[in-house]
C-alpha cells in the first residue's frame, strides 16, 4: 500500500545546481500536486496537473518546471537552483471528478540550498 | 485576497478540553469543499475531515466536528476531548468546484495546536 512516494527525502543543492523530485503515486489519481511549506507560509502549491501530458502553474512556479509524461509520475524540477528555493516539498494526488475526496500526500522532501 | 485565512498562530489548550481552531475561505463559486489536515512534528499530512458546500449538516469524525457556517464563509474544526497526541500544525483547505473540473487545493498558513497534560 504505497500510496504517494517521495523521491529523495532529503537533498542538500548548491547555488546554481539542478535536481529533479519524483513524485509517484499507485492510486490511479488524476490529479497531481507540488507544493512547498515554508514556516509561517502553509503550504503553497507550485504547479499541478490534472491528467498525463498535462500541467499547469500554481501560486509560486517561478524557478521550477513540472512533467507528467505518465499518469502516475509527477517530476519537479529546479534547473538552476537558489537558497530561496530551500524548503520542504510535497506532493499530493486525488481523484478527479469527486469533490469529497481528500488528496493523499507523500512524507515531504526536505531540500536545502546553500 | 487569500483564500484561506487561520487567523490564530498558535493554541493552547489542556487535556480533556475542547478546542477551535478557526478557518474562514473566500470563494464565489457555489460548489466547494473544505478540508481539515493534521501534520504531527514527523511532518506527514493527516486528512481530518471534510465539508461539502452543499451538505445539510456539520461534518463529524469522531472526536473532530466542523462549525460550517456558511453565510459567514467559515469552517471553524472542533476538536473534543482534547489529547496529548493531538498537538500538531491543523491546516484548513478549499477545493473550489468550477463546474465540475475541481483542481486546485488551496491551504491556509495553518495553526500551531499544543496540548498541555
Known amino acids: 500500500n504505497a500510496g504517494v512516494t517521495q523521491t529523495p527525502k532529503f537533498r542538500v543543492l548548491k547555488t546554481g545546481q539542478s535536481m529533479t523530485l519524483l513524485c509517484a503515486q499507485d492510486m490511479n489519481h488524476e490529479y497531481m500536486y507540488w507544493y512547498r511549506q515554508d514556516p509561517g507560509m502553509g503550504l503553497r502549491l507550485i504547479h499541478y496537473s490534472v491528467g498525463e501530458g498535462t500541467t499547469a502553474k500554481g501560486e509560486v512556479p517561478d524557478g521550477y518546471n513540472v512533467s507528467r509524461l505518465k499518469k502516475q509520475n509527477f517530476l519537479l524540477g529546479l534547473e538552476s537552483a537558489a537558497p530561496s528555493q530551500t524548503s520542504v516539498y510535497f506532493c499530493?494526488?486525488?481523484?478527479?471528478?469527486?469533490?469529497?475526496?481528500?488528496?493523499?500526500f507523500g512524507q515531504g522532501t526536505r531540500l536545502t540550498v546553500v | 485576497a487569500q483564500k484561506i485565512t487561520q487567523t490564530q498562530p498558535g493554541m493552547f489548550v489542556q487535556e480533556k478540553e475542547a478546542v477551535t481552531l478557526d478557518c474562514t475561505y473566500d470563494?464565489?463559486?457555489?460548489?466547494?469543499?473544505l478540508f481539515w489536515y493534521k501534520q504531527p512534528s514527523s511532518g506527514e499530512m493527516i486528512f481530518l475531515i471534510y465539508?461539502?458546500?452543499?451538505?445539510?449538516q456539520n461534518a463529524t469524525e469522531g472526536r473532530y466536528s466542523l462549525n460550517f457556517q456558511k453565510a459567514r464563509k467559515s469552517a471553524n474544526l472542533v476538536i473534543s476531548a482534547s489529547q496529548l497526541g493531538d498537538s500538531a500544525m491543523y491546516f484548513c483547505?478549499?477545493?473550489?468546484?468550477?463546474?465540475?473540473?475541481?483542481?486546485?487545493?488551496?491551504f491556509g498558513k495553518g495553526t500551531l495546536l499544543t496540548v498541555n497534560p
Open positions: 483547505a478549499m477545493r473550489e468546484g468550477r463546474g465540475g473540473s475541481n483542481y486546485k487545493l488551496t
Open positions: 465539508q461539502g458546500s452543499y451538505d445539510q
Open positions: 470563494t464565489s463559486d457555489p460548489s466547494y469543499g
Open positions: 499530493a494526488s486525488s481523484y478527479r471528478w469527486a469533490m469529497n475526496t481528500e488528496a493523499f
